[in-house]
Nanobody
């Protein structure tokens, strides 16, 4: 069973930076779009940023200019560089990928287990 494994969350002061990483737990046949979502307490999960296999990116308005999504296709890894963090960025961050596990599978949407990001003001 394929899992997405995230790392890099933690506690940081407002104005600080964190870098999140996410990669599949096993070798993957193909990955299309990858992205990051977040869910704050009492709120719905929301899109943070996505990146296609060709490098096209999309960002939530609330993070534009502060967050940068990137990926290393050779490692099937997606990153989220978060700068100038604010208290409102506090949430559990989830990795998401549209991937095809093996040649014999179709594409499906997979999620990571989530990593906590806490920004203290």
């Amino acid at each position: 069973q394929v899992r997405l494994v995230e790392s890099g969350g933690g506690l940081v002061q407002a104005g600080g930076s964190l870098r999140l990483s996410c990669a599949p737990s096993t070798t993957i046949f193909s990955i299309r779009t990858m992205g990051w979502y977040r869910q704050a307490p009492g709120k719905q999960r929301e899109l943070v940023a996505t990146i296609t296999s060709s490098g096209n990116t999309d960002y939530a308005d609330s993070v534009k200019g502060r967050f940068t999504i990137s990926r290393d296709n050779a490692k099937n890894t997606v990153y989220l560089q978060m700068n100038n963090l604010k208290a409102d960025d506090t949430a559990v961050y989830y990795c998401n990928a549209d991937l095809r596990p093996t040649y014999f599978n179709g594409y499906g949407t997979y999620w990571g287990q989530g990593t906590q990001v806490t920004v203290s003001s």
